[in-house]
C-alpha cells in the first residue's frame, strides 16, 4: 500500500471477507488531527476554508496541492481542542472522510475503498454503522461513503489540475512568514508557496480572461485573501499552546520548518 498523508496509521482495503461483521461508531472527536498542522483542500471548499484558515500551496506525492494552514508549530492543529473538539466553523474534507480514503494498492493503478483500522470507533459488536449486511451485500452507509470518496477523488483530480496551471502559468512562488508573539519569541511558517499577485498582474489579458472562464481566477483570489488570516492563525494557536504550560510547546519558531509541509 502506498505512504498515507497525515492522519492515516493502518490503511486497509474495505473488504467484504475482512470487514463482515465490523461497524463503524462515529464520533465527534478529531483527535486523529491534533498533529496537523496543514491539511489538503479541494477547489470547492476554497470558499469556505478561505474565511478560517489561511490557503497556501505545498509540494505532496502528487505535486503542488493547496492546504490549509492549521497552526504555526511542528505537530500541532490550533483547531483542535484539548478535548478533542473543532474549535471551528469549517471542517476540511480530507478530515470529514476520516476513517475512509482512496488509495493505490502497490502494483495497480486502480484506486481502493480503504479504511484506517487503527481507528477507535471500529468494532465488531455492532456499533454504529455497518459496512456489509449479513449476506456479504455493502450497506447504504459504505454506498454513501463510496459516493462521497469518489467525489471528493474527482475534486482533487479537478484542483490538481488547477495548480498544474498555476506552476505552467510560472504564477507559484516560495514564501514564508515570520512573525513575533507578545511575549517577544519570534517565530516563521515556511516550506510552501503562494500566488505572486504582481506576476498576476503581469498576465496578458486574454491570459487572464482565460483564469476567468475557467473558474481559476475566483480560487487565486480567495487564496490571495485567505493569506490575511495568518495573524489570526498565530494568535489561535498561540492560545492554543497555553494549557499544555510548556515552553518547547511554544515554541513556535523552533518548529516552523514543517509548517505549512504535507507528508
Not at 176 to 182: F, K, P
Not at 244 to 263: F, K, N
Request: net charge negative.
Amino acid at each position: 500500500m502506498t505512504k498515507q498523508l497525515l492522519i492515516y496509521e493502518s490503511v486497509t482495503p474495505v473488504s467484504r471477507v475482512d470487514h463482515r461483521d465490523v461497524a463503524v461508531r462515529r464520533t465527534s472527536s478529531f483527535a486523529f488531527a491534533k498533529g496537523t498542522n496543514s491539511v489538503p483542500l479541494v477547489d470547492v471548499e476554497f470558499a469556505k476554508a478561505a474565511v478560517e484558515m489561511p490557503i497556501v500551496f505545498a509540494p505532496s506525492e502528487t505535486g503542488t496541492i493547496p492546504v490549509a494552514l492549521l497552526g504555526t508549530a511542528r505537530d500541532q492543529c490550533a483547531f483542535v481542542k484539548e478535548d478533542g473538539s473543532w474549535d471551528g466553523a469549517y471542517v476540511p474534507a480530507f478530515f470529514r472522510r476520516y476513517p475512509f480514503v482512496f488509495a493505490v494498492q502497490d502494483g495497480q493503478d486502480r484506486l481502493t475503498l480503504c479504511i484506517d483500522e487503527s481507528f477507535e470507533g471500529l468494532n465488531r459488536d455492532g456499533v454504529g454503522e455497518r459496512l456489509f449486511d449479513s449476506e456479504g451485500n455493502e450497506t447504504s452507509y459504505t454506498n454513501t461513503v463510496l459516493r462521497f470518496a469518489e467525489e471528493y477523488q474527482a475534486s482533487f483530480n479537478r484542483t490538481q489540475a488547477f495548480c498544474d496551471r498555476l506552476k505552467e502559468a510560472g504564477l507559484l512562488e516560495d514564501a514564508r512568514v515570520d512573525y513575533t508573539l507578545q511575549d517577544g519569541r519570534a517565530g516563521q511558517i515556511n516550506g510552501f508557496q503562494r500566488v505572486n499577485p504582481e506576476k498576476l498582474r503581469d498576465l496578458p489579458d486574454e491570459k487572464v480572461v482565460e483564469l476567468f472562464r475557467s473558474g481559476d481566477l475566483a480560487l487565486i483570489q480567495l487564496h490571495l485573501a485567505s493569506m490575511q488570516l495568518v495573524e489570526r492563525l498565530v494568535t489561535k494557536a498561540t492560545t492554543a499552546m497555553q494549557p499544555a504550560g510548556s515552553e518547547e510547546a511554544g515554541d513556535a519558531s523552533d518548529a516552523s520548518e514543517e509548517t505549512a509541509e504535507v507528508h
